[in-house]
């Protein structure tokens, strides 16, 4: 496997240096790998884990002053610092399956000629129409856009233990963002800090070996990361926004795909409007006047926004646990 270290375009002349090369099963140190230039301050190596027994590694690696480090491991393994995410059980009561979306969507623009119960069984996969597979091509598009709009319903909690002087954890593969204020170190009684600026990393690590109530990380593209390495054992667990939004017919706990692949797929939003989007969608792509879909569409989406994953009223009258000055200002000073 290749592996990429960027010190960034103005070190594009450094010459990196490992410093730390250690498995981290038993902390002996290995004879690191040739490290090649790429050229704007990015350098490669290449490890083949076939060729070692080690399933994971933690490096250093110094150029110019700068150090990077942290653990990679063996595809084939699961360790202890990796991640693993769970879903609670979903109801599909109120969603649709594909063939349904497309049918219905594709009656309505005038590509399929379906009754209502023909649109119930329909299979837009065994069709080799090409307006059926656009069709289907936008709607993996308007499922992969809604999650960035409609997302309360396909949170996920990931969790992981801390594994000695690891700094760097993978997320899940479904990952898309943190849900705020969730990421907790369940071995104590106290929230993460974070996720804190690069300057703020590049302090901490200055502040080396002085102990934080709070551990401090930072969410790096597809890695939770730490400016230095939390104690060992510890469970650390967050919630985030998953960009699953299919559940496949395999699937008995929840959304396990972020693109369809049968017309027995369900897609977990409300049905009326994905069928208003991929509507919206198709009319766009042929240049038809998008108006009206545009307004039915957007009307439909701030009404799913506003339903999905509601909670309790907080009451302005009265004493309440979840009220303070923290998200009501205090007021009327000088009357």
Known sequence: MRYVVDFGTANAGATPTFTTFDRLDTLAAMTPPAITSMGDGQFYFDLDWSLTTATSIAFKVTAAGIELSDVISSPDVVLPGATSASAGTSSLVGYQTVGY????????????????DQQASYDPFGSSDPLVVQMLSQLNDLGAELVSFVSAHLRRE????????????????DYVATVDSTAWDRSGTMP????????????????SGTAFVQIPYRIQGNRLTFPVAPPDGLTIALEYVSEYWV??????????????????DYVLF?????????KLKYREAKGFDTTMD??????????????????????????????????????????
């Open 101 to 116: 979306i497309v049918a219905k969507a594709g009656t309505d623009c005038g590509v399929l000629n379906l009754t209502p």
């Open 158 to 173: 990931c969790t992981f233990t801390t594994a000695a002087s690891a700094t760097s954890y993978a997320l899940p593969a």
């Open 192 to 207: 993460l800090y974070g996720s804190i600026s690069p300057q703020q990393a590049a302090t901490i690590k200055g502040w």
């Open 247 to 264: 559940q496949t017919a395999a699937s008995g706990t929840g959304p396990d795909a972020d693109h369809v692949t049968a017309s027995t």
């Open 270 to 278: 409300d049905p009326t409007l994905v069928i208003r989007g991929l």
């Open 294 to 335: 545009y307004r039915h569409y957007a009307t439909r989406l701030e009404w799913v926004m506003g339903k999905v994953g509601g909670s309790r009223v907080i009451s302005l009258d009265g004493p309440g646990e979840f009220r303070s000055t923290l998200n009501v200002p205090d007021t009327g000073f000088g009357t």
